[in-house]
């Protein structure tokens, strides 16, 4: 265990904010070693590891310094800029293959969502358009290994509703995975069954939206193209939410 320090987040973000580098050096800590762990799943050696952990934090800390960066929970915020970083460095040096450990880390298995590899940048686009909170459940229990029981005390839940929380979390990225390959429609009369075709696809709408949605798409043909490709896509997937609650 580590030595226990209370303060939240947000209270020490706030002092680091109003220039207390005392609260940079207990979130550093606080922090670190999780960081660590997750940029050891995208780094190839230790030192690679090491100076992207020390980038981000160098990074985050001076956006906070300078009055930006996250209000309440840090850690998102700090796995974001890991990323980045991550991949603008993989771009520099040509190494995309650190793309493909991302399903992994942020879908809960390459296994589960059994994700070819070049689909590691579609994951980590529909990781980032999912709501904060579902973010951090994923984070917290897939990249991170976390059990729900180990889960709930930080997130202000019981063990139960981190289950069902991670269950929707996933359900939500797959849906967002399909979503984020549908491509902006020119016409504004498909813009709005276009919003909703991840999940569409994925059988999470309304009888009534889903029938506007299909509606509009059989008399399409644009839009007939961009869904076979997700129904496609979506044959990767795990059939439906309901699936995994056995
Ligand atoms: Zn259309």
Not at 24 to 37: M, Q, Y
Not at 105 to 125: M, P
Not at 167 to 179: D, F, K, T, V
């Amino acid at each position: 265990m580590e030595p226990a320090d209370d303060e939240p987040d947000a209270a020490l973000l706030a002092a680091l904010r109003a220039g207390d580098l005392d609260a940079a050096g207990r979130l550093f800590r606080r922090h670190l070693e999780p960081l660590r762990r997750t940029a050891g799943a995208w780094a190839r050696q230790p030192a690679e590891r090491d100076d992207l952990v020390a980038e981000t934090f160098a990074r985050v800390f001076t956006i906070v310094r300078a009055g930006g960066g996250p209000q309440d929970e840090l850690r998102p915020y700090l796995v974001v800029t890991l990323r980045n970083l991550v991949a603008r460095w993989s771009r520099q040096r040509s190494r995309v293959e650190l793309w493909a450990t991302v399903p992994e880390a942020a879908a809960g298995g390459a296994d589960e969502l059994a994700l070819h590899r070049s689909n590691a940048r579609l994951v980590w686009s529909a990781y980032c358009t999912l709501p904060g909170r579902w973010r951090t459940v994923l984070w917290r229990t897939e990249a991170e290994g976390g059990t729900p029981t180990e889960v709930a005390p930080s997130l202000g839940l019981s063990p139960n509703s981190v289950s069902a929380l991670a269950m929707r979390a996933r359900e939500g990225l797959r849906q967002a995975y399909l979503q984020v390959q549908v491509p902006e429609a020119e016409d504004p009369g498909c813009r709005e069954p276009r919003r909703r075709m991840g999940a569409w696809i994925r059988g999470a709408l309304s009888p009534r939206r889903a029938a506007i949605v299909a509606e509009h798409v059989a008399g399409c043909p644009s839009c007939r193209l961009v869904t076979r490709g997700l129904v496609e896509a979506n044959r990767e997937l795990p059939g439906s939410a309901a699936r995994l609650t056995g």
